[in-house]
């Protein structure tokens, strides 16, 4: 059960098959539009109450519990905006679709408080960002890695925020990426491992009993010279660094990865060859379905260039 019934709290409910769920996941499931960390630090900051009583993210929800969860008002953003050229595959009145060049930070962080994709966004949208997710994210309701190139789309209001947030939640999402592998990588296949941040090393993904299902669909589309391959993969979950930790999980890590692929790379790359190059997705005002192709980026092709070529 879901009753908003005003601007800044909402009221939940938890039917039977949701017993037994962390309250962090729970809510997680029951309000998409909202990111599990700025979810799970409304919690720490005791805007979350079960039943009139602080708890913490860990608490197992039960059917028939009152949960009451304050949404603060969004934050004045101390992020100044950047005149950062951004290439717009398509923009309306709700939305916008960028491709992200490689090295692009989508959203400020410690130690990236300044020319990151938000940045750019707030110089080119002004205030006509969502405010879903607090602060440091205005209108990001996905992102992919800084050394990833692609598509990703951006919400100018709280009403596309909250129906892409539904449709990422749902995986109904059309994600496919295009990477190049280690190895000789002949079949098809499915990596459904579940995800979460490796307890011995906070900066890195690891697969882990009880971390989050991630599901990862690959299939070979050429086999190149110096033992690599030319993947595809759809993306049925998205979670973070899924299909750098899920393909070096099979021993085919991606080429160029520093952090899940060997400490040394045979060429001279700056992050990992992998490129969201198709996005789709149902518009969450109109509901026609959008879908949105992007060639590989410059560096990439180059690299492909030489493994077709080179003995």
Request: charged residues 25%.
């Amino acid at each position: 059960m879901n009753d908003r019934t005003a601007n800044n709290f909402i009221e939940l409910t938890p039917e039977q098959e949701e017993t037994g769920l962390r309250l962090d996941k729970y809510l997680s499931g029951a309000l998409p539009e909202y990111s599990r960390s700025f979810l799970q630090q409304l919690i720490e900051d005791g805007m979350v109450s079960v039943n009139q009583k602080a708890v913490k993210a860990s608490y197992k929800a039960k059917c028939g519990d009152f949960i009451h969860v304050v949404i603060p008002e969004p934050e004045r953003l101390d992020i100044e905006p950047e005149n950062i050229p951004l290439d717009i595959v398509y923009e309306d009145t709700d939305l916008l679709v960028v491709n992200k060049p490689q090295g692009m930070v989508v959203h400020p962080a410690a130690g990236h408080v300044s020319e990151t994709l938000v940045n750019a966004l707030m110089y080119h949208c002004g205030d006509s960002l969502s405010s879903i997710n607090g602060v440091q994210r205005p209108g990001i309701v996905h992102r992919i890695d800084k050394d990833t190139s692609g598509l990703l789309v951006v919400c100018k209001s709280d009403a596309a925020h909250r129906g892409l947030a539904l449709q990422f939640a749902e995986h109904s999402i059309t994600r496919i990426y295009t990477a190049v592998c280690h190895g000789v990588i002949s079949e098809s296949g499915t990596v459904d491992a579940p995800l979460a941040r490796d307890p011995k090393d906070r900066k890195r993904i690891s697969i882990q009993a009880g971390g989050r299902r991630a599901v990862t669909h690959y299939e070979p589309v050429e086999r190149l010279k110096q033992d690599f391959t030319l993947i595809r993969c759809r993306l049925e979950t998205g979670r973070t660094h899924q299909i750098r930790v899920h393909m070096a999980s099979l021993k085919h890590p991606i080429l160029g990865d520093p952090v899940y692929g060997p400490k040394k790379c045979p060429f001279n790359l700056e992050g990992q060859l992998l490129h969201a190059g198709v996005l789709g997705f149902k518009h969450p005002v109109t509901g026609k379905y959008m879908e949105f192709c992007s060639e590989l980026p410059e560096h990439f092709d180059r690299i492909l260039r030489h493994l077709r070529s080179c003995e």
